[in-house]
């Protein structure tokens, strides 16, 4: 397993951006393939953008589809998510979670950060 430590999170208003980070601890940080997810309050936990190992291949859903951009820097063990157009809906915990393949699905992924907090008001 990974330890994975996200920052970035904050209040914004609608329409604003924000970019949220993830560093993990872990030499072999190229390794693993990263998503996003969020969980908004009274809600399940929902896949928001994926990257394989490479960051070639990138995943999202369709909700944040032409908003948010993930990407990743393996020589800083490191893997981003920015999110432009913000709505309110947006708002939730948004986690990091690293695992061995790119998947939509969360239970494939075996390290999870902490979480960080992201408010967007209306």
């Known amino acids: 397993q990974v330890q994975l430590v996200e920052s970035g999170g904050g209040l914004v208003q609608a329409g604003g951006s924000l970019r949220l980070s993830c560093a993990a601890s872990?030499?072999?940080?190229?390794?693993?393939?990263m998503g996003w997810f969020r969980q908004a309050p009274g809600k399940e936990r929902e896949f928001a953008a994926g990257?394989?190992?490479?960051?070639?291949?990138?995943y999202y859903a369709d909700s944040v589809k032409g908003r948010f951009t993930i990407s990743r820097d393996n020589a800083k063990n490191s893997v981003f998510l920015q999110m432009n157009s913000l709505k309110p809906e947006d708002t939730g915990v948004y986690y990091c979670?690293?695992?061995?393949?790119?998947?939509?699905?969360?239970?494939?992924?075996?390290?999870w950060g902490q979480g960080t907090q992201v408010t967007v008001s209306s």
């Open positions: 979670a690293g695992g061995r393949i790119l998947d939509r699905a969360a239970g494939l992924y075996d390290s």
């Open positions: 872990v030499r072999t940080f190229s390794t693993y393939a």
């Open positions: 990257i394989n190992r490479s960051g070639v291949t990138r």
